[in-house]
């Protein structure tokens, strides 16, 4: 798999100093546990505070789960930020209407976080094996396809209420806010990183 280039998954919220931060740097120090090299994790804001580090309650529950906050400045969503994506993850279904604002190809390949999490439960149950290894899906090619077979089993992983989709907003909110936002997304960034662990080829 070295011959590939990376995976390229962008994580979206509004200001890009809360929850798109705590999901890029959790994915990527998941992924590089599975794989090296072989995920490169980003975010980004569609109304970001350009230049800003993360904020600190989102900066402990970074490091909380094993990454690091540091060396990040917050970004402006782009389309050519869209168009280097393989997979783009947005923290509530607002961010995914305002992605295919911008870019309207990026339609199958763009869910919500915790959305694409329950599709991957599905996934699991549909690829799996006899001996809980998974056919055709690891690897940086699976990845890339990943987005396509989601999508088919998307009718499978509806949520319960809309607002099921949607990690919440924390900025200039308490503390107890920025805990229902680990409540949220962290279920979500584990599903994210279980898939990789049992798709990886060995």
Sequence with gaps: METHSPVRILTVCTGNICRSPVAER????????VHPGAFVVRSAGTRAMVGDPIQPPSADIIETYGGTPHGFAARQLTSKILRESDL?????????????????????????????????SQLELRESLPDNSVSSAGGVEGWRSLP?????????????????????DPYRRGQDVYDQ??????PAILAVLRFARLTWPA
């Design 148 to 168: 396509t077979r989601a999508a088919s089993v998307r009718h499978l992983a509806l949520a319960a209420e809309p607002g099921d989709n949607d990690v919440v």
């Design 26 to 33: 959790l994915l990527q120090a998941g992924l590089d546990q």
């Design 88 to 120: 783009v993850l947005t923290m509530a279904s607002k961010h995914r209407g305002e992605v295919l604002q911008l870019d309207a190809s990026l339609l199958k390949r763009t869910f919500t976080i915790r959305e694409f999490a329950r599709m991957l």
């Design 181 to 186: 936002m680990e409540d949220q997304l962290a």
